[in-house]
C-alpha cells in the first residue's frame, strides 16, 4: 500500500508558466482535497472531489483547477502560476463523504514561483 | 468569522508532560481532529473527538469542552521524536475542516 502519493516533490516556476500537480490514492476513498500550507497559517483547502467527475470549490480556489477522472486520481492545474502561490501543496484522501474522517495526506509539493 | 487558536511555539522537557491547547469559534461543529507534523513531512492523524471527554491512546489523550469551545492535546513521557507541529481542526455545520495554525513543540533533553 503506497497511501496517497504526489509528484512532483520539488517544483521552480517562472511567472507565468503553467503546471500540473498529480496524486493518487490506492486506498479506494471517495473524498480527495488539494490543501496548501503556508508559514503562520493552517491548511486551506483549494479543491475537493467526493467521487469521480465531481469536483467543488474550497476556501482558496482561484487560480487553480483540478480534475478528478477516476477514483484513484486528483491533479491540481496552476494555468499562470503567480509568486503568491509559492507555497506547499498536500494532497489528502479519506474514507466517506458522509462526515469528515480521518485525512491521510501525501507528502507534499514545494512549489516555488519566481 | 470562523477562528482556531493555538499558541505558536511550546518547549518541553524529554520525560515530561506537555498539554497544547486549541480554543476555536466556528459555525457549527461536527468534531474536532488533531494531527503530528513533523518539519518537512505531511501532517498525520492523531486523534478525533466528538463528544465531551477525554480519549487516550497511549501515550496521548485529547480532550473535547464542546460548550467552552476548547480541546487539548495531551502528551506524556516525552520523547525526542515528538519534537513537531501539532494541528488542530475543527469540522464545522458544512462539514468542511477549519485548521488551526499549528503549535511548534520543541524538546530539550
Known amino acids: 500500500n503506497a497511501g496517497v502519493t504526489q509528484t512532483p516533490k520539488f517544483q521552480v516556476l517562472k511567472t507565468g508558466q503553467s503546471m500540473t500537480l498529480q496524486c493518487a490514492q490506492d486506498?479506494?476513498?471517495?473524498?480527495m482535497s488539494w490543501y496548501r500550507q503556508d508559514p503562520g497559517m493552517g491548511l486551506r483547502l483549494i479543491h475537493y472531489?467526493?467521487?469521480?467527475?465531481?469536483?467543488d470549490q474550497g476556501e482558496v480556489p482561484n487560480g487553480y483547477n483540478v480534475s478528478r477522472l477516476n477514483k484513484r486520481e486528483f491533479s491540481l492545474r496552476l494555468e499562470s502560476a503567480a509568486p503568491s502561490q509559492t507555497s506547499v501543496y498536500f494532497c489528502?484522501?479519506?474514507?466517506?463523504?458522509?462526515?469528515?474522517?480521518?485525512?491521510?495526506f501525501g507528502p507534499g509539493t514545494r512549489l516555488t514561483v519566481t | 468569522g470562523q477562528n482556531i487558536d493555538q499558541p505558536t511555539e511550546m518547549t518541553a522537557t524529554e520525560g515530561a508532560i506537555v498539554q497544547i491547547n486549541c480554543t476555536y469559534q466556528?459555525?457549527?461543529?461536527?468534531?474536532l481532529f488533531w494531527y503530528q507534523q513533523h518539519a518537512g513531512e505531511a501532517p498525520t492523524f492523531l486523534s478525533y473527538?466528538?463528544l465531551d471527554g477525554l480519549e487516550e491512546k497511549g501515550r496521548f489523550s485529547s480532550f473535547l469542552s464542546r460548550s467552552k469551545g476548547y480541546s487539548y492535546l495531551l502528551l506524556k513521557e516525552l520523547q525526542m521524536k515528538d519534537s513537531a507541529s501539532y494541528l488542530c481542526?475543527?469540522?464545522?455545520?458544512?462539514?468542511?475542516?477549519?485548521w488551526g495554525a499549528g503549535t511548534k513543540l520543541i524538546i530539550k533533553p
Open positions: 489528502a484522501s479519506s474514507y466517506g463523504t458522509d462526515r469528515v474522517y480521518e485525512q491521510y
Open positions: 486506498m479506494n476513498h471517495e473524498y
Open positions: 472531489s467526493v467521487g469521480a467527475g465531481i469536483t
Open positions: 466556528t459555525s457549527g461543529f461536527n468534531g
Open positions: 473527538n466528538v
Open positions: 481542526a475543527v469540522v464545522d455545520s458544512n462539514y468542511q475542516l477549519i
